[in-house]
């Protein structure tokens, strides 16, 4: 029997694409091919962590759904553009996730982030709430709420997606269109602001 590791068994053949992964890049490939159950399987794969980002960034559950379903309409189109020496599939979907939460954003965001992330720059949640528990928030989380309100459009987004996401700053800089260095500094800055605002909350 051969090797599942045999580079001729592998959808990428002998030269495995810079960020193709073992789990989705094959399903891209079933996909191309007009293999129906493969965009399935896809869509389910990142469908709950794109309604997630979405939910967070507007806060309004239909527009979340709605941006979530045309985000993968459009994957889908395009998928045959994707390019996976370029950029993780993922990264490549939520660039098409946040462009669209920013044409359908109508409020505020309101991510939600505890008092004890403030306190290192790289701490990282990855449970971001669902909108049942956004109604279930304690008193410092809506404080903290109200902090990140006072935020910039382009400090919001940048702090979410690395709160709430974990991305890297060099994933931020491709998911948002912008040099490493600038996700860096968008960071650092939204850090410090919502330190500043929430001093007295996070002091012993």
């Excluded at 993968?72 to 939460?101: G, H, M, P």
């Amino acid at each position: 029997m051969n090797s599942i590791s045999d580079p001729t068994l592998q959808p990428w053949g002998n030269e495995r694409p810079t960020y193709a992964d073992e789990q989705s890049y094959p399903l891209i490939q079933r996909c191309l091919a007009g293999e129906e159950t493969a965009y399935v399987t896809l869509y389910n794969q990142y469908g709950g962590m794109i309604y997630r980002l979405c939910y967070s960034l507007l806060q309004n559950r239909e527009d979340a759904e709605e941006v979530l379903q045309d985000s993968f309409e459009y994957a889908f189109r395009k998928l045959a553009n994707y390019d996976a020496n370029k950029s993780a599939f993922k990264t490549w979907l939520y660039q098409i996730a946040v462009s669209r939460c920013h044409n359908k954003r109508r409020r505020k965001w309101l991510p939600t982030f505890s008092l004890s992330q403030l306190t290192n720059l790289d701490v990282t949640d990855t449970d971001s709430p669902t909108p049942v528990e956004t109604m279930q928030l304690t008193e410092q989380q809506q404080v903290v709420w109200a902090a990140i309100q006072e935020l910039s459009d382009k400090l919001r987004e940048t702090a979410v997606l690395r709160y709430y996401e974990g991305f890297s700053y060099v994933e931020i800089g491709q998911i948002l269109g912008v040099p490493t260095k600038t996700a860096e500094s968008r960071m650092r800055l939204a850090h410090k602001a919502l330190r500043e605002s929430l001093t007295e909350q996070i002091e012993p």
